[in-house]
């Protein structure tokens, strides 16, 4: 008798991230491989990142997707960068993509434990359901020295749940947004200093919902969670 088909993974899980981005990574990196050309105030705040984190600092990527460009431009930029993303289709393709960078298998939401001097968070949230949010930023808080420096860019609004794949494929993802407001007690609670938050209108050619950039530094007077 053929055994019973095992359950889909919860929605917003990491099993359930890698369940989807496994499946789309391929169509991922066809659209966004050259997202740069476009989108000059992202590279911005990522250079701005990495003049404040400083030449040789040790730096995660996370989520960083099939693509690599955000590893590959801090790389660049002279820090010590490794790209990681629970995904194993997406580290064997960008592997590929950006020989010359470094990426694992790794979950964004347990890097506690590790010692960074910052990380980045370039649209990795979105995966997640919003409850989850204090525990991860508490994770990365964890693993940021004092004085270590926070990036987050995320798309704006309130959604949170279950949706067709706004990126064009034929799957059912989970999808969270947020506001500057929830990022920001987010960061703060989790023993980040916010330094600067701003927000853009979408380009042309972009998912039509704005973008909000969280830069932050990790408060070295507390602990996560204080």
């Known amino acids: 008798m053929a055994d019973a088909p095992l359950p889909p993974p919860e929605p917003g899980s990491a099993a359930d991230v890698v369940r989807t981005w496994d499946a789309r990574a391929d169509h991922y990196l066809q659209l966004f491989r050259h997202e740069w050309d476009g989108k000059p105030q992202d590279r911005e ?19 960083c997707g099939p693509c690599g460009h955000v590893t590959a431009l801090l790389a660049e930029r002279g820090l010590d960068v490794l790209g990681i993303d629970v995904s194993p289709r997406c580290v064997e393709l960008v592997g590929r993509e950006q020989p010359g960078c470094r990426f694992t298998v790794m979950d964004q939401r347990e890097t506690a434990g590790e010692r960074l001097d910052g990380l980045v968070s370039y649209y990795s949230l979105h995966d997640q359901p919003k409850s989850g949010l204090p525990a991860t930023l508490a994770s990365w808080a964890a693993a940021v020295r004092p004085g270590g420096q926070l990036l987050i860019v995320a798309k704006e609004g309130t959604g949170d749940g279950v949706i067709d794949d706004p990126l064009g494929s034929d799957l059912r993802v989970y999808w969270a947004e947020f506001t500057e407001d929830e990022l920001r007690a987010a960061a703060e609670t989790a023993a980040f200093r916010v330094d600067a938050c701003t927000v853009r209108e979408a380009y042309e050619d972009e998912i039509p919902t704005r973008r909000i950039y969280l830069a932050a530094t990790r408060d070295g007077a507390r602990c996560p969670g204080e």
């Open 45 to 63: 705040a990522l250079h701005a990142f990495a003049g404040r984190v400083g030449e040789g600092g040790r730096v995660y990527d996370a989520g």
